[in-house]
Protein backbone atom coordinates (compact mmCIF):
# COMPACT_ATOMS: atom_id res chain seq x y z
CA UNK A 1 0.00 0.00 0.00
CA UNK A 2 1.31 3.19 -1.20
CA UNK A 3 1.65 5.59 1.40
CA UNK A 4 0.58 9.47 1.07
CA UNK A 5 2.72 12.13 1.22
CA UNK A 6 1.77 14.75 3.73
CA UNK A 7 2.69 18.73 3.18
CA UNK A 8 3.16 21.04 5.89
CA UNK A 9 1.26 24.39 5.38
CA UNK A 10 2.90 27.78 6.50
CA UNK A 11 0.64 29.04 9.59
CA UNK A 12 -2.00 30.90 7.98
CA UNK A 13 -1.05 35.06 8.81
CA UNK A 14 -3.54 36.69 11.51
CA UNK A 15 -4.38 40.42 11.49
CA UNK A 16 -2.82 42.51 13.46
CA UNK A 17 -3.75 44.61 16.32
CA UNK A 18 -5.70 47.91 14.85
CA UNK A 19 -3.06 51.14 15.22
CA UNK A 20 -4.72 54.04 15.98
CA UNK A 21 -4.56 56.86 13.38
CA UNK A 22 -5.40 60.79 13.42
CA UNK A 23 -4.97 63.25 10.46
CA UNK A 24 -1.43 63.81 10.32
CA UNK A 25 -0.96 67.51 12.29
CA UNK A 26 1.63 69.80 10.25
CA UNK A 27 4.17 72.12 12.07
CA UNK A 28 4.10 76.25 10.95
CA UNK A 29 6.88 78.34 10.20
CA UNK A 30 7.18 81.41 7.88
CA UNK A 31 9.51 82.36 5.26
CA UNK A 32 11.31 86.01 5.70
CA UNK A 33 9.61 87.18 2.83
CA UNK A 34 6.23 86.24 4.85
CA UNK A 35 5.19 83.71 2.95
CA UNK A 36 3.34 81.03 5.62
CA UNK A 37 4.82 77.16 6.00
CA UNK A 38 2.97 74.00 6.54
CA UNK A 39 5.09 71.19 6.50
CA UNK A 40 4.34 67.60 7.14
CA UNK A 41 6.42 64.42 6.90
CA UNK A 42 5.23 61.26 5.44
CA UNK A 43 7.88 58.32 6.06
CA UNK A 44 7.91 56.32 2.82
CA UNK A 45 5.57 58.72 0.40
CA UNK A 46 8.31 59.44 -1.93
CA UNK A 47 6.39 61.97 -4.01
CA UNK A 48 6.29 65.45 -2.11
CA UNK A 49 2.94 67.18 -2.52
CA UNK A 50 3.22 71.03 -2.74
CA UNK A 51 -0.07 72.77 -2.80
CA UNK A 52 0.65 76.88 -2.78
CA UNK A 53 -2.67 78.90 -1.49
CA UNK A 54 -2.81 83.09 -3.09
CA UNK A 55 -5.56 85.19 -1.34
CA UNK A 56 -6.83 86.12 -5.28
CA UNK A 57 -10.45 85.40 -4.36
CA UNK A 58 -12.76 85.64 -7.56
CA UNK A 59 -14.75 88.53 -5.84
CA UNK A 60 -11.71 90.41 -6.06
CA UNK A 61 -11.58 90.51 -9.95
CA UNK A 62 -12.36 94.19 -11.12
CA UNK A 63 -16.02 94.15 -12.60
CA UNK A 64 -16.56 93.03 -16.61
CA UNK A 65 -13.69 90.91 -15.91
CA UNK A 66 -15.13 87.39 -14.42
CA UNK A 67 -12.85 84.35 -15.18
CA UNK A 68 -9.60 86.88 -14.73
CA UNK A 69 -8.35 84.52 -11.51
CA UNK A 70 -8.79 81.72 -13.98
CA UNK A 71 -6.43 82.96 -16.39
CA UNK A 72 -3.93 83.57 -14.86
CA UNK A 73 -3.96 80.50 -12.35
CA UNK A 74 -3.66 78.78 -16.31
CA UNK A 75 -1.22 81.38 -17.53
CA UNK A 76 1.66 80.78 -14.60
CA UNK A 77 2.90 77.73 -16.19
CA UNK A 78 3.36 79.08 -19.69
CA UNK A 79 6.64 80.66 -19.01
CA UNK A 80 9.03 82.85 -16.74
CA UNK A 81 11.69 85.48 -17.06
CA UNK A 82 13.76 82.27 -17.17
CA UNK A 83 12.11 80.08 -19.79
CA UNK A 84 9.72 80.13 -22.45
CA UNK A 85 6.32 78.35 -22.20
CA UNK A 86 7.58 75.18 -23.72
CA UNK A 87 10.82 75.35 -21.74
CA UNK A 88 8.97 75.77 -18.83
CA UNK A 89 7.06 72.06 -19.81
CA UNK A 90 9.54 70.30 -20.32
CA UNK A 91 11.66 71.33 -17.57
CA UNK A 92 8.85 70.21 -15.52
CA UNK A 93 8.91 67.23 -17.18
CA UNK A 94 13.07 66.32 -17.17
CA UNK A 95 11.82 66.38 -13.03
CA UNK A 96 8.81 63.71 -13.61
CA UNK A 97 6.40 67.06 -11.74
CA UNK A 98 2.93 68.19 -12.35
CA UNK A 99 1.77 71.71 -11.82
CA UNK A 100 -2.09 72.50 -11.66
CA UNK A 101 -3.83 75.59 -11.09
CA UNK A 102 -6.98 76.88 -10.20
CA UNK A 103 -9.41 79.60 -9.03
CA UNK A 104 -12.31 79.28 -6.52
CA UNK A 105 -14.24 81.52 -4.70
CA UNK A 106 -11.54 81.54 -1.54
CA UNK A 107 -8.89 82.23 -3.91
CA UNK A 108 -6.30 80.81 -6.69
CA UNK A 109 -4.15 77.48 -6.09
CA UNK A 110 -0.96 75.74 -7.29
CA UNK A 111 -0.59 72.29 -7.10
CA UNK A 112 3.01 70.79 -7.36
CA UNK A 113 3.92 67.00 -7.59
CA UNK A 114 6.97 65.86 -7.79
CA UNK A 115 9.73 63.08 -6.91
CA UNK A 116 11.55 63.82 -3.20
CA UNK A 117 14.51 63.51 -5.47
CA UNK A 118 13.88 66.19 -7.67
CA UNK A 119 12.22 68.24 -5.26
CA UNK A 120 14.69 71.68 -5.21
CA UNK A 121 14.64 71.84 -9.10
CA UNK A 122 10.48 71.58 -9.04
CA UNK A 123 10.59 74.20 -6.40
CA UNK A 124 12.81 76.69 -8.48
CA UNK A 125 10.34 76.39 -11.16
CA UNK A 126 7.28 76.86 -9.21
CA UNK A 127 9.33 79.97 -7.40
CA UNK A 128 9.37 81.17 -10.98
CA UNK A 129 6.40 80.98 -11.75
CA UNK A 130 5.15 83.04 -8.74
CA UNK A 131 8.03 85.45 -8.56
CA UNK A 132 8.14 86.75 -12.43
CA UNK A 133 5.34 85.28 -14.49
CA UNK A 134 5.91 86.00 -18.67
CA UNK A 135 2.15 86.37 -19.00
CA UNK A 136 3.13 87.04 -22.61
CA UNK A 137 0.46 88.55 -24.84
CA UNK A 138 0.27 85.41 -27.42
CA UNK A 139 0.11 82.67 -24.15
CA UNK A 140 -2.94 85.13 -22.43
CA UNK A 141 -4.58 85.36 -25.85
CA UNK A 142 -4.32 81.21 -26.19
CA UNK A 143 -5.99 80.60 -22.99
CA UNK A 144 -8.59 82.79 -23.52
CA UNK A 145 -9.51 81.00 -26.80
CA UNK A 146 -9.40 77.96 -25.03
CA UNK A 147 -11.72 79.18 -22.15
CA UNK A 148 -13.95 80.55 -24.92
CA UNK A 149 -14.27 77.23 -26.83
CA UNK A 150 -14.83 75.37 -23.69
CA UNK A 151 -17.91 77.70 -22.49
CA UNK A 152 -20.39 76.09 -25.01
CA UNK A 153 -19.55 72.72 -23.83
CA UNK A 154 -20.07 73.75 -20.24
CA UNK A 155 -23.94 75.22 -21.18
CA UNK A 156 -24.44 71.98 -23.05
CA UNK A 157 -23.91 69.39 -20.06
CA UNK A 158 -26.90 69.43 -18.09
CA UNK A 159 -25.08 69.29 -14.50
CA UNK A 160 -23.26 72.47 -15.22
CA UNK A 161 -26.04 74.38 -16.48
CA UNK A 162 -27.84 73.22 -13.55
CA UNK A 163 -24.74 74.14 -11.10
CA UNK A 164 -24.87 77.71 -12.83
CA UNK A 165 -28.51 78.27 -12.91
CA UNK A 166 -28.66 77.76 -9.04
CA UNK A 167 -26.32 79.80 -8.23
CA UNK A 168 -28.14 82.51 -10.68
CA UNK A 169 -31.34 81.56 -8.19
CA UNK A 170 -29.92 81.54 -5.05
CA UNK A 171 -27.54 84.45 -4.68
CA UNK A 172 -28.08 88.49 -5.59
CA UNK A 173 -27.13 89.52 -8.99
CA UNK A 174 -24.33 91.80 -7.42
CA UNK A 175 -22.78 88.83 -5.83
CA UNK A 176 -20.09 86.73 -7.69
CA UNK A 177 -21.04 83.66 -6.43
CA UNK A 178 -24.14 84.51 -8.76
CA UNK A 179 -22.04 83.90 -12.05
CA UNK A 180 -19.95 81.29 -13.68
CA UNK A 181 -16.59 80.64 -11.38
CA UNK A 182 -14.26 81.15 -14.94
CA UNK A 183 -16.51 84.02 -16.29
CA UNK A 184 -18.54 84.29 -19.37
CA UNK A 185 -18.38 84.57 -22.97
CA UNK A 186 -18.60 88.12 -22.46
CA UNK A 187 -16.01 89.02 -19.70
CA UNK A 188 -13.55 86.62 -20.98
CA UNK A 189 -13.87 87.92 -23.87
CA UNK A 190 -11.99 91.30 -22.33
CA UNK A 191 -9.50 89.70 -21.03
CA UNK A 192 -5.69 90.27 -22.01
CA UNK A 193 -2.33 90.16 -20.97
CA UNK A 194 -2.75 94.09 -19.09
CA UNK A 195 -5.75 92.55 -17.34
CA UNK A 196 -4.02 89.35 -15.73
CA UNK A 197 -0.83 91.37 -14.77
CA UNK A 198 -2.72 93.84 -12.88
CA UNK A 199 -4.70 91.27 -11.16
CA UNK A 200 -1.45 89.15 -10.18
CA UNK A 201 -0.18 92.96 -9.33
CA UNK A 202 -2.47 93.65 -6.86
CA UNK A 203 -3.33 90.46 -5.04
CA UNK A 204 -0.28 87.96 -5.03
CA UNK A 205 2.29 88.34 -2.68
CA UNK A 206 4.18 85.96 -0.23
CA UNK A 207 2.68 87.55 2.56
CA UNK A 208 -0.55 86.45 2.13
CA UNK A 209 0.31 82.98 0.83
CA UNK A 210 0.55 79.46 2.24
CA UNK A 211 2.83 76.98 1.05
CA UNK A 212 1.92 73.09 2.15
CA UNK A 213 5.01 70.21 1.43
CA UNK A 214 4.01 66.82 2.28
CA UNK A 215 5.76 63.88 2.08
CA UNK A 216 8.96 62.20 2.74
CA UNK A 217 11.35 64.53 4.02
CA UNK A 218 13.99 62.39 5.27
CA UNK A 219 17.15 63.80 5.05
CA UNK A 220 15.96 67.12 3.96
CA UNK A 221 16.75 70.54 4.74
CA UNK A 222 13.46 71.91 3.78
CA UNK A 223 14.01 75.42 5.48
CA UNK A 224 17.19 75.93 3.45
CA UNK A 225 15.16 74.26 -0.04
CA UNK A 226 12.26 77.10 0.85
CA UNK A 227 14.94 79.81 1.40
CA UNK A 228 16.42 79.40 -2.11
CA UNK A 229 13.19 79.12 -3.93
CA UNK A 230 9.80 80.07 -2.79
CA UNK A 231 12.18 83.02 -0.62
CA UNK A 232 13.51 84.62 -3.31
CA UNK A 233 9.91 85.77 -3.89
CA UNK A 234 9.48 89.04 -2.83
CA UNK A 235 5.89 91.47 -2.53
CA UNK A 236 4.79 93.88 -0.80
CA UNK A 237 2.33 92.98 2.41
CA UNK A 238 -0.97 94.00 2.44
CA UNK A 239 -3.40 94.41 5.47
CA UNK A 240 -6.24 91.54 5.38
CA UNK A 241 -9.38 92.15 3.17
CA UNK A 242 -12.75 92.61 4.67
CA UNK A 243 -14.73 89.63 3.34
CA UNK A 244 -18.74 90.36 2.92
CA UNK A 245 -20.95 88.39 4.03
CA UNK A 246 -22.59 85.93 1.92
CA UNK A 247 -26.13 86.30 1.30
CA UNK A 248 -28.80 84.08 -0.59
CA UNK A 249 -32.84 83.51 -0.61
CA UNK A 250 -33.77 80.18 -0.52
CA UNK A 251 -37.72 80.67 -1.21
CA UNK A 252 -39.04 77.90 -1.92
CA UNK A 253 -39.18 77.66 -6.06
CA UNK A 254 -38.62 75.92 -9.30
CA UNK A 255 -36.63 76.81 -12.21
CA UNK A 256 -37.09 74.33 -15.44
CA UNK A 257 -34.23 74.87 -17.78
CA UNK A 258 -36.37 74.16 -21.23
CA UNK A 259 -33.89 71.03 -23.12
CA UNK A 260 -36.38 70.22 -25.54
CA UNK A 261 -36.48 66.60 -26.71
CA UNK A 262 -34.15 65.63 -23.39
CA UNK A 263 -34.46 62.06 -22.43
CA UNK A 264 -33.29 62.82 -19.00
CA UNK A 265 -33.93 65.65 -16.39
CA UNK A 266 -31.14 66.60 -14.94
CA UNK A 267 -31.99 68.20 -11.17
CA UNK A 268 -30.31 70.16 -9.01
CA UNK A 269 -31.56 71.04 -5.36
CA UNK A 270 -30.31 73.41 -3.33
CA UNK A 271 -29.58 76.35 -0.60
CA UNK A 272 -27.02 77.66 1.38
CA UNK A 273 -26.14 76.35 5.10
CA UNK A 274 -23.50 76.60 7.86
CA UNK A 275 -19.98 75.91 6.80
CA UNK A 276 -17.60 74.29 8.36
CA UNK A 277 -16.82 76.85 11.53
CA UNK A 278 -20.74 76.29 12.64
CA UNK A 279 -20.75 73.81 15.66
CA UNK A 280 -23.02 71.99 13.77
CA UNK A 281 -21.08 70.84 11.10
CA UNK A 282 -20.21 67.12 11.62
CA UNK A 283 -23.52 65.99 12.71
CA UNK A 284 -24.90 68.21 9.43
CA UNK A 285 -22.14 65.85 6.99
CA UNK A 286 -23.34 63.01 8.73
CA UNK A 287 -26.99 63.46 8.73
CA UNK A 288 -26.29 64.37 4.87
CA UNK A 289 -24.23 61.31 4.24
CA UNK A 290 -27.36 59.25 5.52
CA UNK A 291 -29.64 60.86 3.11
CA UNK A 292 -27.78 60.44 -0.07
CA UNK A 293 -23.90 60.00 0.04
CA UNK A 294 -23.43 57.11 -0.87
CA UNK A 295 -26.00 53.71 -3.02
CA UNK A 296 -27.02 52.15 0.45
CA UNK A 297 -28.04 56.00 1.17
CA UNK A 298 -32.19 56.91 1.84
CA UNK A 299 -32.60 58.44 -1.78
CA UNK A 300 -30.84 56.13 -3.41
CA UNK A 301 -32.09 53.45 -2.04
CA UNK A 302 -35.68 54.87 -2.59
CA UNK A 303 -35.32 56.09 -6.36
CA UNK A 304 -32.91 54.12 -7.67
CA UNK A 305 -33.41 50.54 -5.78
CA UNK A 306 -37.05 50.44 -5.32
CA UNK A 307 -38.68 52.88 -7.90
CA UNK A 308 -35.65 53.21 -11.04
CA UNK A 309 -35.96 56.27 -11.59
CA UNK A 310 -31.71 57.16 -12.06
CA UNK A 311 -28.93 55.42 -11.72
CA UNK A 312 -28.02 57.44 -8.50
CA UNK A 313 -28.51 60.90 -6.49
CA UNK A 314 -26.47 62.20 -4.19
CA UNK A 315 -27.02 64.81 -0.96
CA UNK A 316 -23.75 66.84 -0.43
CA UNK A 317 -22.42 70.05 1.57
CA UNK A 318 -19.65 71.97 -0.73
CA UNK A 319 -18.18 75.22 1.38
CA UNK A 320 -18.52 77.70 -0.97
CA UNK A 321 -16.56 80.21 1.36
CA UNK A 322 -15.57 80.98 5.12
CA UNK A 323 -14.43 83.09 7.32
CA UNK A 324 -13.22 83.01 10.91
CA UNK A 325 -15.91 85.69 12.01
CA UNK A 326 -18.84 83.03 11.17
CA UNK A 327 -19.84 84.86 7.58
CA UNK A 328 -19.08 81.94 5.45
CA UNK A 329 -21.37 79.62 4.13
CA UNK A 330 -21.79 75.85 2.74
CA UNK A 331 -23.97 74.57 -0.56
CA UNK A 332 -26.41 72.34 0.11
CA UNK A 333 -27.86 70.46 -2.65
CA UNK A 334 -29.24 67.41 -3.96
CA UNK A 335 -28.37 66.10 -7.10
CA UNK A 336 -29.15 63.75 -9.55
CA UNK A 337 -31.13 62.84 -13.69
CA UNK A 338 -34.41 60.97 -13.65
CA UNK A 339 -35.90 59.83 -16.68
CA UNK A 340 -38.23 62.74 -18.52
CA UNK A 341 -41.58 60.45 -18.15
CA UNK A 342 -40.76 60.21 -14.46
CA UNK A 343 -39.92 63.80 -13.62
CA UNK A 344 -43.01 64.25 -11.30
CA UNK A 345 -43.36 61.38 -9.55
CA UNK A 346 -39.55 61.01 -8.99
CA UNK A 347 -39.65 64.82 -7.39
CA UNK A 348 -42.87 63.85 -5.60
CA UNK A 349 -40.75 60.60 -3.64
CA UNK A 350 -38.22 62.86 -3.34
CA UNK A 351 -39.89 65.05 -0.99
CA UNK A 352 -41.72 61.93 0.82
CA UNK A 353 -37.92 61.02 1.63
CA UNK A 354 -36.87 64.25 3.29
CA UNK A 355 -40.94 64.32 5.06
CA UNK A 356 -40.02 60.73 5.99
CA UNK A 357 -37.33 61.47 7.68
CA UNK A 358 -38.40 64.76 9.69
CA UNK A 359 -40.87 62.52 10.70
CA UNK A 360 -39.52 59.55 11.48
CA UNK A 361 -35.97 60.48 11.85
CA UNK A 362 -32.75 58.12 11.18
CA UNK A 363 -32.05 54.74 12.16
CA UNK A 364 -28.92 53.72 14.46
CA UNK A 365 -28.17 51.47 11.54
CA UNK A 366 -28.07 54.36 9.29
CA UNK A 367 -26.11 56.10 11.27
CA UNK A 368 -23.24 53.33 12.18
CA UNK A 369 -22.87 52.78 8.30
CA UNK A 370 -22.55 56.19 7.68
CA UNK A 371 -19.75 56.46 10.57
CA UNK A 372 -18.23 52.88 9.16
CA UNK A 373 -17.83 54.85 5.89
CA UNK A 374 -16.86 58.16 7.00
CA UNK A 375 -14.11 57.50 9.50
CA UNK A 376 -13.13 54.22 9.44
CA UNK A 377 -12.01 54.53 5.60
CA UNK A 378 -9.91 58.26 6.70
CA UNK A 379 -6.34 56.01 7.09
CA UNK A 380 -7.08 54.75 3.08
CA UNK A 381 -8.42 58.33 1.98
CA UNK A 382 -4.85 59.90 3.19
CA UNK A 383 -2.61 57.76 1.85
CA UNK A 384 -1.12 59.56 -0.61
CA UNK A 385 0.81 63.17 0.49
CA UNK A 386 -1.30 64.70 -2.27
CA UNK A 387 -4.85 63.77 -0.71
CA UNK A 388 -3.47 65.61 3.17
CA UNK A 389 -2.05 68.28 1.28
CA UNK A 390 -4.97 69.21 -0.28
CA UNK A 391 -6.69 69.01 2.79
CA UNK A 392 -4.49 71.16 4.72
CA UNK A 393 -4.85 73.41 2.30
CA UNK A 394 -8.73 73.69 2.25
CA UNK A 395 -8.20 74.43 6.13
CA UNK A 396 -5.98 77.08 5.45
CA UNK A 397 -8.20 78.63 2.50
CA UNK A 398 -11.38 78.47 5.17
CA UNK A 399 -9.63 79.80 7.89
CA UNK A 400 -9.59 76.63 10.17
CA UNK A 401 -7.00 75.30 12.22
CA UNK A 402 -4.40 73.07 11.70
CA UNK A 403 -6.14 70.14 13.77
CA UNK A 404 -9.53 70.53 12.12
CA UNK A 405 -9.67 67.64 10.31
CA UNK A 406 -8.25 65.37 12.94
CA UNK A 407 -10.94 66.93 15.20
CA UNK A 408 -13.52 66.19 12.85
CA UNK A 409 -13.47 63.07 12.89
CA UNK A 410 -13.53 62.41 16.97
CA UNK A 411 -16.47 64.25 16.34
CA UNK A 412 -18.18 62.18 13.47
CA UNK A 413 -17.50 59.28 15.75
CA UNK A 414 -19.38 61.01 18.69
CA UNK A 415 -22.48 62.19 16.85
CA UNK A 416 -25.39 60.15 17.79
CA UNK A 417 -28.88 59.63 15.55
CA UNK A 418 -30.73 62.12 17.28
CA UNK A 419 -27.99 65.09 16.49
CA UNK A 420 -27.36 63.75 12.80
CA UNK A 421 -31.43 63.56 12.12
CA UNK A 422 -32.08 66.84 13.50
CA UNK A 423 -28.92 68.58 11.36
CA UNK A 424 -30.58 66.67 8.40
CA UNK A 425 -33.76 68.34 8.80
CA UNK A 426 -32.33 71.58 9.24
CA UNK A 427 -30.20 71.64 6.26
CA UNK A 428 -32.89 70.18 3.74
CA UNK A 429 -36.76 72.04 4.80
CA UNK A 430 -38.90 71.06 2.55
CA UNK A 431 -39.79 74.26 1.93
CA UNK A 432 -36.70 76.49 2.03
CA UNK A 433 -35.21 74.45 -1.23
CA UNK A 434 -34.56 76.07 -4.49
CA UNK A 435 -35.00 73.55 -7.53
CA UNK A 436 -33.49 73.74 -10.93
CA UNK A 437 -34.55 71.10 -13.23
CA UNK A 438 -32.81 70.96 -16.63
CA UNK A 439 -34.97 68.76 -18.95
CA UNK A 440 -37.63 68.96 -21.53
CA UNK A 441 -40.44 71.79 -20.12
CA UNK A 442 -43.64 70.55 -22.34
CA UNK A 443 -43.44 67.16 -20.84
CA UNK A 444 -42.14 67.95 -17.10
CA UNK A 445 -43.67 71.46 -16.21
CA UNK A 446 -47.26 70.29 -15.52
CA UNK A 447 -46.37 67.60 -12.97
CA UNK A 448 -44.27 69.16 -11.62
CA UNK A 449 -46.27 72.52 -10.94
CA UNK A 450 -49.04 69.58 -8.74
CA UNK A 451 -46.46 69.11 -6.95
CA UNK A 452 -47.03 72.33 -4.97
CA UNK A 453 -43.50 73.06 -4.36
CA UNK A 454 -43.26 76.74 -5.18
CA UNK A 455 -43.29 79.00 -8.39
CA UNK A 456 -42.45 77.29 -11.30
CA UNK A 457 -40.51 78.68 -14.11
CA UNK A 458 -39.42 78.30 -17.32
CA UNK A 459 -35.99 79.75 -18.57
CA UNK A 460 -34.72 79.10 -22.24
CA UNK A 461 -31.34 77.57 -22.31
CA UNK A 462 -28.41 78.59 -24.02
Known amino acids: MTELATMDFHPQPQAGEAKPWAFPAPQRGTLDNGLTVLRCHRPGQQVVAVEVCLDAPLEAEPAGLDGVATIMARAFSEGTDKHSAEEFAAELERCGATLDAHADHPGVRLSLEVPVSRLAKALGLLADALRAPAFADSEVERLVRNRLDEIPHELANPSRRAAKELSKELFPATSRMSRPRQGTEETVESIDSAAVRGFYEKHVRPATATVVVVGDLTGIDLDALLGDTLGSWTGSSAESRPVPPVTADDTGRVVIVDRPGAVQTQLLIGRIG ?3 HDRVWPAQVLGTYCLGGTLTSRLDRVLREEKGYTYGVRAFGQVMRSAPDGTGAAMLAISGSVDTPNTGPAL ?12 GGLTDAERD ?11 LKYETAAAVAS ?4 QVEQHLPDDFQATLYRQLAATGT ?5 AAVSAFPIDRLVTVLVGDAAQIREPVEALGVGEVTVVTAE
Open 391 to 394: TLAD
Open 348 to 359: QDLWTVLRTLAE
Open 369 to 379: VAVQNLVGVAP
Open 418 to 422: VEATA
Open 274 to 276: PDR
